[in-house]
């Protein structure tokens, strides 16, 4: 499993040393996370080897967004609420250069263009509509990884996000996601936000989940500091 982990709090020096603790990838929150433009591009700029990959979920399926990210130097976007095939393909438009796609190109920013390296592009898939397209949407070229919103998803079919996970039935919501993601060749990917989720999520085949964020990493570190400070 490619373990990442997610940072919502918005500091700069804390996400880019959330890339030096051995995760495989940070995701940079710019939806419901305190991280905007600026704070992307301090982070990126403070990169050192070895790196994580770092992903960037924009605050919407927007070009503007997506190329910004990008040009910030992420590795790729994570694009929320995509609810059909039409939109998965318009978040690949934003997220490629002419001719695959119709990103501009923005170079002054101080970044490189790498065709060897193309950014990655997820997609979210966490609406009843997304979930009824899944197949569409994983088939989707350019499409490289569906990345489940379990909270979202939940609430969008009336249920408890840890009743949404623990259904492991072949015909479950999480199941069908990754099916969809296995035929169509991709990666399946999840937000897990804590490492009891993360386990379950890994049982149902997703490959890249955000095991737990930087706010449950602190609360776990103050958590455990203290325990073994009260100890006699
Ligand atoms: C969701 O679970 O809906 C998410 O978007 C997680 O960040
Ligand atoms: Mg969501």
Redesign the pocket.
């Known amino acids: 499993m490619h373990a990442g982990v997610w940072a919502s709090l918005g500091g700069v020096r804390l996400t880019a040393a959330l890339e030096g603790l051995g995760f495989d990838w940070v995701g940079i929150?710019a939806q419901?996370g305190h991280h905007d433009d600026r704070s992307i591009r301090d982070i990126l700029s403070l990169r050192r080897e070895p790196r994580a990959t770092v992903l960037v979920r924009v605050a919407a399926n927007d070009p503007t967004m997506i190329g910004r990210a990008l040009d910030a130097g992420a590795d790729g976007v994570i694009v929320?609420l995509v609810g059909s095939p039409e939109e998965a393909a318009a978040a690949v438009a934003a997220a490629h250069h002419p001719p695959r796609g119709t990103r501009s190109w923005g170079p002054l920013a101080g970044y490189e263009i790498d065709l060897a390296r193309p950014p990655m592009c997820a997609v979210?898939v966490?609406t009843a509509d997304a979930l009824e397209q899944v197949a569409g949407i994983a088939a989707t070229p350019g499409v490289d990884m569906i990345f489940v919103?379990?909270?979202?998803?939940s609430l969008a079919l009336g249920l408890e996000v840890n009743e949404l996970i623990a259904d492991t039935s072949e015909r479950s919501p999480l199941r069908r996601v990754v099916a969809a993601c296995s035929e169509a060749g991709i990666v399946a990917g999840a937000?897990a936000?804590a490492p009891e989720r993360a386990v379950h999520l890994r049982e149902h085949g997703f490959d890249w989940v955000a095991v737990d964020t930087d706010s449950g990493l602190l609360a776990l570190g103050a958590a455990s500091a203290m325990l073994a400070s009260a100890a006699p």
């Open positions: 929150d419901h929320p979210m966490e919103g379990p909270f979202d998803l937000f936000g």
